[in-house]
């Protein structure tokens, strides 16, 4: 079995990417990070990333766990995981063939998420997200995309359209 971790910033494509090639791929299964609670999640990422940024503070036993699940039921050809730091978790890195990385553009990505996260938000709470971006969540965000794009088995453009990085994503894993 095949593991790829496709990997992007907030809102540059991962779950969009993962779903899609699930779909495409035979015998494919998918895990998503945002589906687990794990011990030691980062709360204050401004503080995180004035500490080194050390991604091996969140606990991934959960995410092994179902991992190895998968891998012994034997029913698949590929495992996708929607999953945002590649190889740098010392926890899930021995199982991966091949990461992915979605570069989607830090505009590109914070529209994206304003406009998924905050339909319903007043024009106030949408400012302070602003605000927080530039004061705490770029450095953040441009950290990610600097470790983990060079981290990384292959980089795609995630100002593409969809499609294409989709395509382009499938012919990357089906040459892992």
């Not at 494509?13 to 791929?25: D, E, F, I, S, Y």
């Not at 991992?67 to 590649?86: K, M, V």
């Not at 990385?101 to 905050?118: G, H, K, N, Q, S």
């Amino acid at each position: 079995m095949n593991i790829i971790a496709i990997s992007a910033v907030t809102a540059g494509g991962k779950t969009t990417v993962t779903k899609a090639l699930q779909k495409r791929l035979p015998k494919a299964a998918a895990l998503y990070f945002d589906d687990y609670t794990f011990e030691g999640e980062v709360e204050d990422y401004g503080k995180w990333i004035s500490e080194g940024a050390d991604v091996n503070v969140w606990d991934l036993t959960p995410l092994r766990a179902d991992i190895e699940r998968i891998i012994r039921s034997g029913a698949y050809d590929f495992l996708l995981l929607d999953y945002p730091f590649a190889y740098e978790h010392r926890m899930i890195n021995a199982y991966l063939n091949c990461c992915i990385f979605i570069d989607t553009p830090l505009d590109i990505a914070m529209a994206r998420r304003v406009l998924r996260d905050m339909q319903d938000a007043s024009a106030d709470a949408i400012r302070e997200e602003m605000q927080t971006y530039l004061n705490i969540a770029r450095t953040a965000y441009v950290h990610m995309v600097n470790s983990q794009r060079t981290g990384s088995d292959h980089v795609i453009d995630g100002a593409m359209p969809l499609n294409e990085v989709i395509r382009e994503a499938e012919a990357v894993i089906l040459h892992c």
